[in-house]
């Protein structure tokens, strides 16, 4: 994301993509299939795959449930070996 033109700016509002200008539609759904994908207790609904058919073929759904699978691995794997986060990831009050 920060090779495109406004990176920088997206992963500073990342914990507010649903309010933040900065993300196109295609954009602000990704960041809800992460969401639902990551809270305990969310489920990934027919109907939001349903609106990401509408930007994202089935391969870059795959893609993206990899990549969100991925980063989900690394928030586990770094808390015991004391991988400290960067700022990046703000994790939304329930």
Same mark, same amino acid.
């Given at each position: 994301?920060?090779?495109?033109?406004?990176?920088?700016?997206?992963? *500073?509002?990342?914990?507010?993509?649903?309010?933040?200008?900065?993300?196109?539609?295609?954009?602000?759904?990704?960041?809800?299939?992460?969401?639902?994908?990551?809270?305990?207790?969310?489920?990934?609904?027919?109907?939001?795959?349903?609106?990401?058919? *509408?930007?994202? &073929? &089935?391969? *870059?759904?795959?893609?993206?449930?990899?990549?969100?699978?991925?980063?989900?691995?690394?928030?586990?794997?770094?808390?015991?070996?004391?991988?400290?986060?960067?700022?990046?990831?703000?994790?939304?009050?329930?």
């Amino acid at each position: 994301m920060q090779a495109e033109k406004g990176g920088e700016e997206k992963m *500073q509002n990342v914990a507010r993509w649903r309010d933040a200008p900065v993300f196109s539609e295609a954009e602000r759904l990704a960041l809800e299939f992460a969401e639902k994908a990551t809270i305990t207790g969310q489920r990934v609904e027919p109907e939001l795959i349903t609106r990401l058919k *509408q930007h994202f &073929d &089935d391969a *870059q759904i795959v893609e993206l449930s990899a990549a969100v699978a991925l980063e989900n691995f690394r928030s586990k794997f770094n808390v015991p070996l004391g991988v400290e986060a960067q700022g990046f990831c703000i994790v939304p009050a329930r």
